[in-house]
């Protein structure tokens, strides 16, 4: 006879879908956005409205993901906007050095991942291998990436070449660039997800001593976390680079703490352990669809800050409460 | 040749020495058991030898040959697999990821088949006692704690190791899984395992072990082949020249209470895990609470102090009808709840002890101000009645032993004394000495009229000191053991009649 | 018998336990940058000018105080949402004093008030919805942020009374500006709360077990609830401070405060987990980050450079300070 | 409506930003009377670059006539303004020149901005002196323009010489920080160059020190600063950046959407699309006049100018 003869509480389906799928709740807040946006502005959710908001927040889905990868292991990366600012000048420079010939870009691309990647590393070896608090560790390298991509280009306003940017901005097929750069982002994710390194930074997340002493290599797992923090924030700066054509010292730096906000719209958990890239793509999506609603609704100038904030904060709240009552 | 041998191993925290001199040797295919009381050691030792604790000095010589461990993987690649005394799963993540955590099958990918099917060896092992809502895809999260001491269970099993730990792997189950983890572990030993295991069940140490070492102030005092020793002599052993004192060493207690006028009064509480619970605590009296584990005691503790919601039922406290809301209100009409998990429910870690002894002095006083001196002269009385060991109250609470920790957790109790005392298997992982200290204590409270409420997970402990005992199963009394009735025969025949 | 086995290893040695000490460190530091600075550019350490590095290590300090009770309170506890509060502060007051020495007392209770019932707001989030601090904070900045573009658009950006101004710049006691007093002042406060009151320990207590806390009848929720409202009311009276030290309001005064305040209470000894550390820690800490700011400014380097050095230093620093526990132990 | 004209500022760090868009509404309003209904669509915000070119998408999709932005960054809008043309939007920036061939600039010259200061500063000076300059953000593109403004100037001082450059971000109190540590390295300073919003502040230091008499520094146009400019008898000198450009980018770009033509096309300017605006400046000569101008106006309040509807016309054919 055993002990567990108490009915022990037995999941439901919603909190089983919840549960396998976190993101399901801010999925549901992102289709009523869409809708509300499309009934103020129709025009908003055609072909073109809908290609352009994915052009505009392709960068910081891109960021947000990047920010997921340090959430899962219970870290955070408050440098990712300095390291797309960083990136960005870097490719810009590069492609203008290197004449902005086709190949200048790709040489450029390359270059700036290998940026993303080492300013990864160099959090992930600041916050994981010193062991300094990641908050205040990665602000204070986020200062230190400024500095170096101020030092890259002191002035905002270097061109990147056209095929650069035209490509982004262009069409093949008749399709915009941008849906074959999502597609491609959805089978990288799809990837990604199925790799140890995704369940060991989940496992690290939840408990990181427990993970360490179960034999995981802890602080090697945090290390590649932020380095696949510092690629996708490499690939969110090519985005915003399609988007603007230019180089700018400062272009990411706002965007980090959006990112941050993107992952927790998204239903994953600040504290580590859980969560989906899924749901943060969903996250930034939030983000642009409150900003573009309150413009479309007629908000006035002066109030547009303060609505944004309030239904940003709400949608915070509301992502966390109902993923917690869908989940308990 | 023995398969491991520990030598002169050393480690300490600071100024805290929690192993001078531990020697161990373990032979292939034997179960060897390591005992002592709190803060002994035992803990420290197995997680040297598992990596996650780093010797200050000492050898290991694993099949005769000296080996360095330099961290949890390459205690691994040296043949060591450990259950954790505290755990070690990642709560978000399933039952089959957490057993296969150490390492996963595959490469950059992980191979899910291989992993399942993996996973399901072991946990097919406790098909019969793992109970409902265990899955390989069950969140380890949503188990209950039987269940998830389980999974650490079969997460050191899966590392097939030569020579697997297990640090008080049974302090939450009942005793069904323990006996089928024991032919697990039976089976092991035939298969030439060795098998190094903790546990202060004195019952489930003879059942099981070959061998035991006895660990004393962090110092190894001696092995004995358990078939030539018995309870009696590894007691000696672990309290050395101190007091000794076994469980079943204290006073019976009166055959009958004065049943003077109830001090405690519950009726049809619901609740979640328990229903219809009624009972009366006299004062003066010690109302025991057996059964199985998990079967209501603890969650009807809990709700009456308020710290689970529960829904319905009439409560009274020395006359006065109340419902429960918090421990807060609780606790200002004269409540007090100790719980066993210390380190959840009690340890304020890495504050002085004197803020760990004086919070409900603070709320029954509505004091504002802390006076250390006049605090001083309140607490010292109810430190001193359990015979608490410290060096000043200014000193961290993480510079005693557990048991010392749990001593001042009871004592936050005693400063302003309560009406009833609630205890929630008050002595989980507390050493014997402490034991008896802390029942001589609540028996001298009963005296002078406190109403206490004992449920604890050892039968010896409530047979030996409750005047009463209510025994549950299933979330409910099922029969309540007055007088002569209270015979182990008749607890254990309560607690394992069905529902 | 009892089970407690501890016996004092070798003793470290009392000096090697003082020179650890946060406070110690955070020192010596300031005495080795302010040597530095005096290097390169005499003058750096004169007693003028130390005096007017503490009028603005003591803004820094007033905020880091409020930040600081958040960050002991525990449950990752921190109030991204200061910056806000001290630049909204600025603007309620300067507007309450519209340049009148009869409207400070106005102006202080003004904005003490709105900087509590901010962190009303902020404290009933991260306890009753049990949003994480670092995610309600960082939606209230945003909000905030709006309510300054609000509110610059309705009402005038006001002015500082000469009083507080004179209270903040000018000698007040033995050749020392008020504000200097207001944060010793506030920093005995401190000391006292948390080492002697009630309050306090249960502060200390929320932050370092929670659930224990709960388990003894500490009002957790009233009490973290109680933390966030004095970070919003210190923020606010930082904010007071600030205008008397600029004269006038504008825009986001209070950004700068945000990070900076993190990073003054972890220059201090308090780790962001909580339940450790204390004030006067900090209070060294907003020191140090301010020398190590204005010898940044003195230095004749391109701003490039200095946000590198800044960036280094600061991660330097941060190596003398809690680091993380070792996996192994 | 006849016109929708949709207007983009990313920044609203300063009371400057608040009276430009003011000043731009009221300007829509005075088409009114010439019996053109002018509807203005607002988005101000504090955004970042990604967020200004949301801002111009949204006004794609509201389908507006004109955009008249106050940009965040001279080159990142390029793509999106092509993208606006191609739906037959006008497109105008003001306060900063941004590089797309499918837009013009109205505003002021911000490198003769930053020049006229530092001509007033080294002027004054005779000629000789140490000289600081407090900036605003390090690589925003007005702020790396009036350095580079400065920069010529007072390259053309042999005499002249710059002991130190710092940031304040367009921040008071960070000016003021930022004076008090140049003053205390720097006993001997004798002018200080420094940009609109934090002249206050450095002047603030200045004064704390007992410096005024010694010290010349460029100012700023706020009321509040000008009173105190008065009452101290500084020894300042403000060029303006009037709020009032983007009121003056509207009239022009009405005049456009009606199908007019410049008589001189724009072409001013680096990116050869510049249509330039006067630059007033402040001394203690008209010092008087700046001060009846405000006269009566919040302490917020910036002098400032615009091209009326008239003006504006007459540069049309
Ligand atoms: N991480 C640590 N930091 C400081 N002291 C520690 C630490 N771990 C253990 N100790 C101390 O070392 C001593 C030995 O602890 P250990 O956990 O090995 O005891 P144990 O024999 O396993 O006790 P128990 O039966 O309670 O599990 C105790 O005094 C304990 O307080
Ligand atoms: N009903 C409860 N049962 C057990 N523990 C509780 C309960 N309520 C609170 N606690 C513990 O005490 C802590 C503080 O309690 P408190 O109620 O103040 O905050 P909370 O976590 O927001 O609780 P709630 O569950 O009411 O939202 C909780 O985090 C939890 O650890
Ligand atoms: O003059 C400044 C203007 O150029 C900038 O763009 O906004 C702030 C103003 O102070
Ligand atoms: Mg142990
Ligand atoms: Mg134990």
Request: glycine share 12%.
């Amino acid at each position: 006879m055993t002990a567990a003869s108490l009915p022990s509480s037995k999941p439901g389906g919603l909190k089983r879908l919840v549960e396998r799928h976190p993101f399901l709740p801010a999925l549901v807040i992102a289709i009523v956005l869409l809708a509300l946006n499309g009934l103020y502005q129709p025009r908003s959710v055609s072909f073109a409205g809908i290609t352009g908001l994915t052009k505009t927040y392709l960068a910081l889905m891109m960021l947000a993901i990047a920010q997921t990868y340090v959430v899962y292991a219970g870290d955070i990366d408050l440098s990712a906007g300095a390291i797309v600012s960083l990136v960005n000048v870097v490719i810009v420079v590069t492609m203008e050095k290197l004449g902005g010939s086709g190949f200048s870009v790709v040489a450029a691309l390359g270059i700036g991942l290998f940026v993303g990647l080492a300013c990864g590393i160099i959090n992930g070896i600041v916050v994981a291998a010193l062991r300094l608090q990641a908050i205040v560790a990665t602000f204070a390298t986020s200062i230190f990436f400024t500095g170096l991509a101020l030092y890259v280009m002191p002035v905002a306003g270097t061109p990147a070449p056209a095929a650069f940017w035209r490509t982004y901005g262009g069409r093949f097929f008749e399709i915009p660039f941008v849906y074959f750069a999502v597609a491609l982002l959805a089978i990288v994710l799809y990837v990604l997800a199925r790799t140890r390194l995704a369940t060991q930074l989940l496992a690290v997340g939840d408990d990181a001593q427990a993970a360490y002493q179960s034999g995981l290599p802890v602080t090697k797992t945090r290390v590649q976390g932020y380095a696949l923090c510092g690629l996708f924030a490499a690939l969110a700066a090519f985005c915003i680079t399609g988007d603007t054509a230019s180089g700018d010292p400062l272009v990411g730096g706002k965007m980090t703490l959006f990112s941050v906000a993107a992952v927790v719209l998204g239903g994953s958990a600040l504290s580590g352990g859980f969560g989906t890239v899924v749901g943060s793509i969903i996250g930034a999506l939030i983000i642009g669809l409150i900003n573009s609603l309150v413009f479309f609704v007629g908000t006035p100038s002066e109030w547009q800050n303060l609505v944004q904030g309030l239904a940003i904060l709400v949608a915070l709240m509301a992502g966390i409460l109902v993923g917690r009552r869908a989940r308990a | 040749m023995s398969k491991l041998i520990m030598r002169g191993v050393s480690k300490a925290y600071g100024a805290t020495l929690a192993l001078r001199r531990g020697d161990l040797t373990v032979e292939a295919g034997e179960v060897h058991v390591l005992i002592g009381s709190n803060g002994s050691g035992k803990s420290t030792l197995c997680k040297v030898l598992a990596g996650s604790v780093r010797p200050d000095g000492g050898e290991i010589l694993i099949d005769n040959k000296p080996v360095t461990i330099t961290g949890p993987h390459s205690a691994r690649a040296s043949g060591i697999g450990i259950f954790y005394q505290e755990l070690s799963l990642a709560g978000h993540r399933t039952v089959a990821e957490n057993i296969c955590l150490p390492d996963m099958p595959g490469g950059i990918f992980v191979d899910r088949a291989a992993l399942e099917s993996r996973a399901q060896r072991y946990i097919a092992l406790f098909d019969t006692v793992s109970g409902e809502g265990f899955s390989a895809e069950a969140v380890v999260e949503n188990l209950r704690a039987d269940q998830r001491q389980l999974v650490e269970i079969m997460k050191a099993l899966a590392t097939e190791a030569p020579i697997t730990i297990f640090d008080e792997p049974t302090s939450a189950l009942d005793r069904a899984q323990v006996d089928r983890f024991f032919d697990i572990l039976r089976d092991l030993k035939a298969a030439g395992r060795s098998i190094i295991f903790i546990s202060h069940r004195m019952d489930e140490i003879f059942a099981i072990g070959d061998r035991v070492t006895v660990i004393r102030d962090g110092e190894t005092v001696g092995t004995k082949n358990i078939a030539d020793t018995n309870p009696g002599e590894v007691i000696r052993l672990m309290v050395g020249g101190q007091d000794e004192l076994a469980p079943g060493a204290s006073a019976p207690p009166a055959e009958a209470a004065d049943r003077k006028a109830p001090v405690l009064t519950v009726s049809r509480f619901f609740g979640k895990g328990f229903a219809n619970v009624g009972f009366e605590v006299a004062k003066g009296e010690i109302l025991g609470f057996g059964g199985l584990h998990g079967q209501g005691q603890s969650a009807v503790l809990r709700a009456i102090f308020g710290a689970t919601p529960s829904n319905g039922g009439t409560l009274t406290l020395a006359g006065s009808t109340f419902t429960p809301s918090d421990p807060r209100a609780a606790i200002r009409r004269g409540l007090a709840y100790v719980s066993g998990d210390r380190s959840r429910d009690g340890v304020i870690q890495g504050r002085p002890i004197l803020e760990n002894v004086t919070p409900i002095h603070y709320l029954r006083q509505k004091l504002f101000l802390a006076r250390p001196s006049a605090l001083a002269e309140r607490v010292k009385p109810a430190l001193e009645a359990l015979h608490t060991k410290f060096a000043g109250l200014g000193y961290s609470i993480n510079s005693l032993s557990g048991g010392n920790q749990q001593k001042i957790v009871i004592a936050r109790w005693l400063i302003d004394r309560p009406d009833v005392l609630l205890l929630d298997d008050p002595t989980k992982g507390i050493d014997l000495s402490a034991k008896a200290d802390l029942f001589a204590l609540i028996r001298q409270l009963a005296a002078e009229g406190m109403g206490i409420v004992l449920y604890s997970s050892e039968d010896a402990e409530l047979l030996n000191n409750a005047d009463r005992i209510l025994v549950f199963n299933g979330g409910a009394v099922r029969r309540e053991l007055t007088g002569a009735e209270r015979t182990r025969y008749n607890l254990y025949q309560a607690a394992y009649e069905a529902a | 018998m009892t089970a407690a086995t501890q016996t004092p290893a070798a003793a470290p040695s009392p000096v090697l336990t003082f020179l650890k000490q946060p406070l110690v460190v955070a020192l010596t530091l300031i005495a080795a940058l302010l040597l530095l600075g005096e290097a390169l550019s005499p003058g750096f350490a004169s007693g003028q000018q130390i005096l007017r590095l503490l009028i603005v290590a003591a803004l820094l300090g007033i905020v880091a105080a409020g930040q600081n009770l958040v960050i002991l309170g525990g449950r990752e506890g921190i109030d991204l949402s200061v910056g806000g509060v001290v630049s909204l502060s600025a603007i309620i007051g300067g507007n309450l004093m519209n340049g009148a020495d009869s409207g400070i007392l106005p102006a202080i209770l003004g904005c003490i008030a709105a900087g509590a019932v901010i962190g009303l707001f902020n404290g009933l989030g991260v306890t009753l919805l049990r949003i994480p601090p670092l995610v309600m904070t960082l939606g209230m900045l945003g909000v905030l942020q709006g309510l300054l573009v609000v509110i610059r658009n309705g009402i005038p950006s006001g002015r500082a009374a000469p009083g507080l101004s004179q209270f903040v710049t000018q000698p007040f006691l033995f050749g020392l500006p008020g504000i200097i007093w207001l944060w010793v002042a506030i920093g005995l406060l401190m000391a006292f709360m948390l080492g002697r009151t009630v309050f306090g320990h249960r502060i200390y207590a929320i932050g370092s077990n929670e659930q224990a806390a709960f388990m003894a009848g500490v009002p957790v929720k009233r009490t973290r609830i109680a933390l966030f409202m004095l970070s919003g009311a210190f923020a606010a009276v930082a904010g007071m401070c600030l205008i008397g030290y600029s004269g006038s309001s504008f825009a986001n005064v209070g950004e700068q405060y945000m990070l900076p305040s993190i990073i003054a209470v972890v220059f201090g000894g308090t780790p962001l987990s909580g339940g450790k550390g204390g004030y006067t820690g900090t209070m060294a800490g907003a020191v140090l980050l301010v020398v190590l700011q204005s010898i940044l400014t003195t230095v004749h380097i391109d701003e490039s450079g200095r946000q590198m050095v800044f960036g280094a230093t600061l991660l330097i620093l941060m190596l003398f300070y809690g680091r993380g526990r070792a996996m192994r132990a | 409506a006849d016109y929708k004209i949709g207007l983009s500022n990313g920044w609203v760090g300063s009371e400057w930003r608040t009276q430009m868009i003011e000043e731009a509404q009221a300007a829509a309003a005075a088409w009114k009377d010439k019996g053109v209904n002018v509807e203005v669509v607002v988005q101000s915000a504090n955004v970042d670059v990604p967020g200004q070119i949301a801002h111009v998408r949204n006004f794609i999709s509201e389908g507006v006539n004109a955009i008249i932005i106050n940009p965040n960054s001279p080159t990142a809008f390029d793509p999106v303004f092509a993208q606006a043309k191609e739906a037959g939007i006008l497109v105008i920036s003001t306060d900063a020149e941004v590089s797309s061939p499918d837009a013009t600039y109205v505003g002021i010259d911000q490198k003769a901005w930053g020049a006229a200061g530092a001509k007033w500063l080294a002027e004054t000076l005779g000629g000789k002196g140490n000289v600081v300059a407090i900036n605003g953000v390090a690589g925003h593109p007005a702020n790396e323009m009036r350095v580079a403004g400065y920069k010529e100037v007072f390259g053309q001082y042999p005499d002249i010489k710059i002991v130190n450059e710092v940031n304040a971000n367009w921040d008071q109190a960070q000016g003021q920080q930022a004076m008090q540590n140049l003053l205390a390295t720097y006993p001997d300073i004798n002018g200080v160059w420094v940009q609109d919003g934090m002249a206050a502040g450095a002047w603030k230091s200045i004064i704390d020190a007992k410096k005024e008499s010694s010290i010349a520094a460029t100012g700023e146009i706020r009321k509040d600063f000008i009173d105190i400019w008065t009452k101290d008898k500084l020894n300042s000198g403000a060029s303006v950046n009037p709020p009032g450009v983007m009121a003056s980018a509207l009239n022009v770009a009405v005049l456009m959407l009606q199908g007019k033509e410049l008589k001189e096309p724009a072409t001013a300017g680096q990116y050869k699309n510049a249509m330039y605006l006067p630059i007033p400046f402040i001394d203690s000569k008209n010092l008087a006049d700046a001060a009846k101008a405000v006269d009566g106006k919040p302490g917020y309040y910036s002098y400032t100018s615009q091209l009326s509807i008239e003006d504006a016309e007459k540069l049309f054919k």
